[in-house]
């Protein structure tokens, strides 16, 4: 048999394309008529950034509960990763930590320039420079504090919302925090059970979302 070359940019790009014709002619309920779908992906930071993508997941709310987040270069590189096991408590906690966790990974490893990407905007409030009230009497002070604190001693800081369909591998490995056996786990290398969200983020694969 003759060798057949194949131009995989190309075969990417058009398995994007027809996904995402796949999904606008599907058919589908009602939806409100000011609904509006976009598509949304994950995507790599600038040159000389890294970018920190955290989550939190509660089976419960409170419930037993694990934070999880992914540390990746400008090229969409796997740098570290990690999963916690908190215990029992509620959303918002789990979320905290796993910031907490993802900024004390990234000055362990002396990383300067960060982009924060979160799908919860109560803890992006909570944690934006801007934002300078006492958190002193807040029952997650501590944890806030310590990511402030964090936040200030970076070099160079971007802080942005993203919608949970583009932090899946942050929730996947939030959700593995839940079944540990052990408080943390850090991973140098991508764990077999997020293998096929890497390829998908290195594809820039999206997802729709209505809004």
């Known amino acids: 048999m003759e060798n057949i070359a194949f131009n995989i940019p190309a075969i990417i790009h058009r398995s994007k394309v027809v996904t995402t014709e796949l999904y606008f002619n599907l058919p589908r309920k009602e939806t409100n008529s000011n609904s509006e779908t976009i598509l949304v992906n994950w995507e790599p930071p600038p040159p000389d950034f890294f970018k920190l ?34 215990g029992t408590t509620n959303s918002l906690a789990t979320e ?12 362990q490893y002396n990383i300067k320039k ?46 942005q919302h993203i919608f949970r369909e583009g932090n899946a591998m942050a929730d996947i490995l939030a959700k593995a925090g839940t079944k540990l056996s052990c408080p943390f786990v850090l991973f140098d290398y991508p764990p077999t059970f997020v293998i096929n969200q890497v390829v998908a983020d290195s594809w820039g694969v999206s997802y729709p979302r209505i809004l």
Request: glycine share 12%; with cysteine.
């Open 53 to 86: 993508n955290t989550d939190g997941s509660v089976e419960g709310n409170p419930g037993q509960a694990g934070a999880g987040g992914v540390i990746r270069d400008h090229t969409g590189s796997w740098f570290k990763g990690f999963s916690r096991n908190i």
């Open 96 to 107: 905290l930590w796993g910031l907490r966790d993802g900024l004390v990974l990234a000055h």
């Open 114 to 159: 960060l982009i924060i990407e979160l799908d919860a905007k109560a803890v992006l409030d909570l944690i934006q420079p801007a934002n300078i009230t006492s958190c002193s009497h807040h029952p997650y002070g501590a944890l806030i504090s310590d990511c402030r604190s964090l936040i200030q001693k970076l070099e160079d800081i971007r802080i």
